[in-house]
């Protein structure tokens, strides 16, 4: 478990490099550490070291984590597919959703949102090289499901993620990643009042910082080697 913090660090010092290298400030990008299938504990380990956003696959699991570490500030995100009959569950317990693809969705979560917690932070998943994943909106479809999530109470628009397929090398991930920068721009030139460019994981952060991504969802390289599922 030491591993986390000595982790942490080294990838803090990634993200530092990618920033030097990309021109940007060293606090442009905010860390997304994905602890999905690692232990509530891992989490709070990860605490100690520092770290405060926490990325989430699955929500019932998430939730769970999210219950038992309830006495640390911790900030939760949801990152994963979301069915109709999770919603619930994603409003009333999580602090960010990167996964929203359909407006059925967000009416859902806008309407199940508590006041109390204030708007749940939203960015809209984008399937931005047609992966066979079929999760996000096409492209050329993100405007207009941005006009309509800018209408409902609750939620609050920040921005895009997208999560391309695997890219062999470091040229063809920033190119693929770039395309997701010039749709951010686009809505930004729209009027949107975005924030968050959700791009990059272990692999491939550091074309998404060249690419100008605000936030990478790490996992792997913090928590380690994620067993079957995920
Ligand atoms: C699992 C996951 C990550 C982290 O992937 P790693 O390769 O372990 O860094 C990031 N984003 C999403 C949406 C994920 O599902």
Request: aromatic share 2%; glycine share 6%; net charge positive.
């Given at each position: 478990m030491l591993?986390?913090?000595?982790?942490?660090?080294?990838?803090?010092?990634?993200?530092?490099?990618?920033?030097?290298?990309?021109?940007?400030?060293?606090?442009?990008?905010?860390l997304l550490a994905v602890s999905k299938t690692f232990p509530a504990q891992a989490v709070a380990q990860a605490h100690t070291a520092g770290q405060i956003d926490f990325g989430?696959?699955?929500?019932?699991?998430?939730?769970?984590?999210?219950?038992a570490l309830a006495h640390l500030p911790l900030v939760w995100h949801c990152i994963g597919p979301i069915q109709s009959?999770?919603?619930?569950?994603v409003a009333e317990h999580f602090?960010?959703?990167?996964?929203?693809?359909?407006?059925?969705?967000?009416?859902?979560?806008a309407e199940q949102r508590p006041a109390a917690l204030g708007p749940l932070q939203v960015c809209i998943q984008v399937?931005?090289?047609?992966g066979p994943?079929?999760?996000g909106v096409p492209p050329e479809q993100a405007a207009e499901l941005a006009r309509q999530i800018a209408?409902?109470?609750?939620?609050?628009?920040?921005?895009i993620m997208s999560i391309p397929e695997p890219a062999p090398d470091f040229a063809s991930a920033l190119a693929v990643h770039q395309r997701s920068l010039a749709l951010y721009e686009s809505l930004k030139a729209q009027g949107f009042d975005?924030?968050?460019?959700?791009?990059?994981?272990?692999?491939?952060?550091e074309a998404a910082i060249q690419a100008g991504s605000t936030m990478v969802r790490v996992g792997s390289a913090i928590f380690g080697t994620r067993s079957a599922q995920a």
């Open positions: 591993e986390i913090k000595t982790n942490l660090q080294a990838i803090s010092l990634r993200i530092e490099k990618a920033c030097a290298a990309a021109g940007r400030a060293p606090n442009a990008v905010r989430e696959n699955y929500i019932q699991e998430g939730v769970e984590k999210i219950q009959n999770k919603t619930r569950l602090d960010w959703v990167h996964s929203v693809d359909r407006l059925k969705i967000a009416q859902r979560l399937n931005v090289d047609g994943t079929k999760a209408t409902l109470p609750g939620l609050r628009l920040r921005g975005l924030d968050t460019l959700s791009l990059g994981m272990s692999a491939d952060l």
